[in-house]
């Protein structure tokens, strides 16, 4: 065998072996991690100096310089050389001196390129350790592994490509795995990079999505209740999406466990309704909820809640509108929002409007409306006596309620819609549309009706019986017998002029002179009888009158003895000093002071005096004031508007003076001025 010498240095984290060997160089796999090169400007002198040494004829020795990387476990660079004579290691790299003369200096090449000639040669493994050990950042080992994953497909090793690519999660874009693995055959493997792809929730909507697809495709139900029960901690999807998934994948019950688990309402009321149609649940698990989402739920799906479980869907309404939750501070919500549930379920509603009043007075007015619409269109399809007149007593009992007083419109609607006689003519009386109430009877030809609504609300509208009387008086049947109750009380108040009584009976062809006979005799004897009445009345007057002037004549020219003993206001006997006035009343003077409210007039007659002074200085305004307004009316183009100011003013209200002849313009004034003489001559006279 050849003589083989060994030489091992160490260079930083490599080792150099020398082999020396008299024949043939040895050779070894190895990677070629350093450079070579020669160090020229040495060469010629050490050539020069070994070669005078080197003088016998034997062949040189040649030795095997062998670099080994001990981090990675791999021969980094090997080559041969002759009679090194020694080896130093400075400045970072190796430098060889051989006995020729020459300086061989070894330089460690850059990572990349190192990696670049690991890739060339496939040797990926080699590739990520020596990445390792030179703390090659994220991105780079990221760029290593799809290069491994890429050369693993390329040769079929799937399972061991798509662990490569797990190991990019987080650097390389999925949809570049995705895409590679999306044949039926790779389900597998996607799955897995999938599964990977969550743990570190870096999945999207489609990624859960596609492995939800996967699990179902391999029928994995393992893995999909694993993924689905994860605590909550631990979610690493996107769960509407994943409830979504189940649900077209017909896994129903896993749907149902993540929409209950993570809160989910919607979906997994969806899913019972709709779904598995299991209606009971549905409901039961609605009542578990927080009264909000009660609230909201039931409005949203309570119309189907009502057509397969009615009885208790209407329960739980109730218990939601009645204070539902007393741990929440006893809330309640407005059963009026919860009445189109019932479209179909009038039996239902009725239970349920019903409960409400009873519960709470205070309900909606729409609660009450539409109780009453229910009641009426029982009542009107009914067709058993003594239930269609219970039914009728329950309608008007509702009204009598209070509900109704101020908002009736709605209500008046209702029971003319259903012709409900009884409940319109209470309506009309509480809003008192007594005229309403006439047009009701008169309408129906309900000839005593009209009587008797006549005799009730007559007091309040007097017109009624003027109405009745026209009513009766257009109606070409005999209605005598209405027509004389009419005219008697119409003549007992004095409601109508007979002229106006003749005229309105004139258009009844069957109306006789017979019926109105005993009218006009009875008024025309109390025309003469008010005749008379007045005749004493203007004689009165007229006494009256001239006495007055009597008393003006004696005061003006005869003197006046006053002898009244008594004080008008203390009744005490009178001393001096005392105060005396011409109308006859006398007074202590510390009581005069005491009441008078002036010196000049008499503190008994002031206030009558006063009302007279009064009336005759609105005459005397209202006397200019008509002046005023005929001038106006004939030079205005609109005299309705100059009518309607004066009216405004008060103008032609009516003025009431003591006179001669009312019909005598003259003797009026005349009779004012004897009033303001009257009271000018009653002033105070001590």
């Not at 060339?120 to 990520?128: E, Q, R």
């Not at 009971?280 to 409005?299: C, D, H, T, V, W």
Request: some cysteine; aromatic content about 10%; charged content about 25%.
């Amino acid at each position: 065998a050849n003589l083989r010498l060994f030489a091992i240095y160490f260079f930083g984290n490599s080792l150099f072996s020398f082999q020396h060997s008299g024949t043939f160089p040895v050779c070894y796999c190895c990677c070629c991690l350093f450079c070579f090169c020669f160090v020229t400007h040495m060469c010629f002198t050490c050539r020069s100096d070994f070669a005078a040494r080197s003088g016998d004829s034997h062949a040189p020795d040649r030795q095997t310089l062998t670099i080994y990387d001990l981090g990675n476990k791999l021969i980094a660079y090997s080559c041969t050389l002759t009679e090194v004579v020694d080896v130093l290691a400075e400045w970072g790299s190796l430098y060889v001196l051989t006995r020729d003369g020459l300086l061989h200096a070894f330089h460690e090449k850059d990572t990349q390129t190192k990696l670049e000639m690991l890739f060339k040669k496939n040797l990926y493994v080699m590739a990520i350790s020596l990445a390792k050990s030179q703390h090659l950042d994220s991105d780079g080992l990221s760029e290593i592994f799809r290069q491994y994953g890429d050369h693993l497909y390329s040769k079929g090793d799937h399972d061991g490509a798509i662990q490569q690519y797990i190991r990019t999660i987080g650097k390389l874009e999925p949809s570049y795995v995705i895409r590679k693995f999306l044949d039926a055959q790779r389900i597998h493997n996607l799955t897995a990079y999938l599964q990977a792809l969550h743990l570190q929730s870096l999945a999207n909507a489609d990624h859960t999505t596609l492995l939800l697809n996967c699990y179902t495709k391999l029928k994995d139900s393992a893995h999909l209740e694993e993924f689905i029960k994860a605590s909550v901690d631990e979610v690493h999807f996107d769960v509407e999406i994943a409830i979504k998934v189940l649900r077209q994948a017909g896994y129903h019950s896993h749907a149902l466990y993540l929409a209950e688990k993570h809160a989910h309402h919607e979906w997994y009321l969806k899913i019972q309704l709709e779904d598995i149609k299991n209606f009971q649940e549905a409901l039961r698990y609605i009542g578990r909820l927080p009264f909000p989402q009660i609230e909201s739920n039931m409005k949203c799906y309570g119309k189907i809640l009502m057509y397969h479980v009615p009885n208790e869907t209407t329960q739980l309404l109730k218990d939601l509108c009645t204070n539902f939750a007393q741990h929440e501070g006893g809330k309640k919500a407005n059963p009026e929002e919860f009445i189109p549930i019932f479209a179909n379920n009038p039996c239902e509603l009725k239970n349920f409007l019903e409960h409400m009043i009873q519960v709470q007075n205070d309900s909606p007015q729409g609660v009450y409306d539409t109780l009453l619409e229910l009641r009426l269109q029982n009542w009107a399809h009914e067709r058993d006596p003594q239930a269609r007149q219970q039914l009728q007593n329950d309608v008007m009992t509702l009204l009598k309620s209070g509900r109704f007083k101020n908002v009736f419109d709605k209500a008046l609607v209702l029971c003319q819609m259903h012709n409900f006689q009884k409940g319109v003519l209470y309506l009309y009386e509480q809003g008192k549309l007594f005229q309403q109430i006439m047009h009701y009877h008169m309408q129906n030809n309900q000839y005593q009706e009209v009587i008797e609504a006549c005799k009730q609300y007559g007091e309040q509208e007097s017109s009624l019986w003027e109405q009745a009387l026209g009513y009766f008086a257009r109606k070409e049947e005999d209605c005598k017998e209405h027509i004389a109750t009419v005219l008697r009380h119409i003549e007992s108040k004095n409601l109508m002029p007979p002229l106006l009584v003749v005229q309105t009976l004139a258009h009844n062809s069957t109306a006789t002179l017979s019926v109105i006979r005993d009218y006009l005799i009875n008024k025309m004897q109390k025309l003469s009888q008010q005749t008379e009445e007045d005749e004493r009345t203007v004689n009165r007057y007229r006494e009256e009158t001239a006495r007055l002037r009597r008393d003006i004549h004696e005061l003006r020219n005869s003197p006046k003895i006053f002898q009244k003993t008594k004080c008008s206001i203390c009744s005490s006997a009178l001393e001096l000093p005392s105060v005396h006035f011409l109308c006859g009343h006398s007074f202590h003077q510390h009581c005069f002071e005491s009441y008078a409210e002036s010196d000049s007039d008499c503190p008994t007659c002031l206030p009558e005096n006063r009302q007279v002074l009064d009336m005759i200085r609105a005459q005397e305004e209202k006397k200019d004031l008509y002046d005023h307004f005929q001038h106006q009316l004939k030079c205005s183009n609109d005299g309705f508007s100059v009518v309607a100011d004066y009216f405004g003013r008060g103008v032609f209200n009516k003025l009431t003076l003591i006179t001669d002849a009312p019909t005598e313009k003259s003797r009026i004034t005349k009779d004012v001025g004897l009033q303001r003489d009257l009271l000018m001559n009653t002033r105070r006279n001590v």
